[in-house]
């Protein structure tokens, strides 16, 4: 589904990421690990296109997506979401998952302003789908609420439906546990590995918590400094000597 081909990424004389290469397979979840500053989220923002790559190739079912804009990698089945919530937080719930389905939507600014059937069409399938989706996370219940007024493990689940309304082939999670106490990212990790298995999504996550990527992951690539240091299954990686030693440190 996804390559990262020799990806490297300098600003000015800094340089972030040197020769980055992994693939990221179709229907499986690739965890992206590290200590900080390892260039994790550098790695997200070149998929998605916020970053230009210095040199190398990022492959998206073949087709190279450096070069293109941030709204055609949408339009090519790309959804993420952020490590820090980018919701918006006097909407409700509903409203802002309405707004993940703007990249699959046909409709123009004309139509909009000039109600056309084919905009309030298109608008009654968008909102049937969004409660469809509300149902299917669980936040049915939620959905007139203020996303300000929800608890961060909540406000967490409804960044991921806005994602999903997209109906992406590949969806980039940036450290959905960060924040959240360990029973909420025990619960957050068998959503997102049981919505992965029914809906055969493809994901790349970059997490720092280790429980939810040994229990969630089948593939580990482990970066340190802008490189890749290790990749495998979850239980190679974790036991690698160089894995500890650029988390924990030489001593431990």
Known sequence: MLSVDGVSLNFGGLRVLTDVGFDVVENQICALIGPNGAGKTSVFNCVSRFYT????????????????????????????????????????????????????????ILDSLLRLPRERREERETAARAWEMLDETGLGDVADAKVRDLPFGTQKRVELARALMSEPRLLLLDEPANGLSHGEVDELAGFIREFADRRRLTILLVEHHIGM????????????????????????????????????????
């Open 53 to 108: 790559p210095s040199s190398g190739r990022i492959l998206m079912a073949g087709e190279n997506l450096v070069g293109r804009p941030p709204h055609e990698v949408a339009r090519h089945g790309i959804a993420r979401t952020f490590q820090n919530l980018a919701l918006f937080e006097a909407q409700t719930v509903f409203e802002n998952v309405m707004v993940g389905a703007y990249p699959v939507t046909r409709s123009t």
């Open 213 to 252: 990527v040994r229990a969630i992951a089948d593939h580990v690539v482990v970066l340190d400094a802008g490189e890749v240091l290790a990749q495998g299954s979850p239980e190679e990686v974790t036991g690698d000597p160089r894995v500890i030693k650029a988390y924990l440190g030489s001593a431990a």
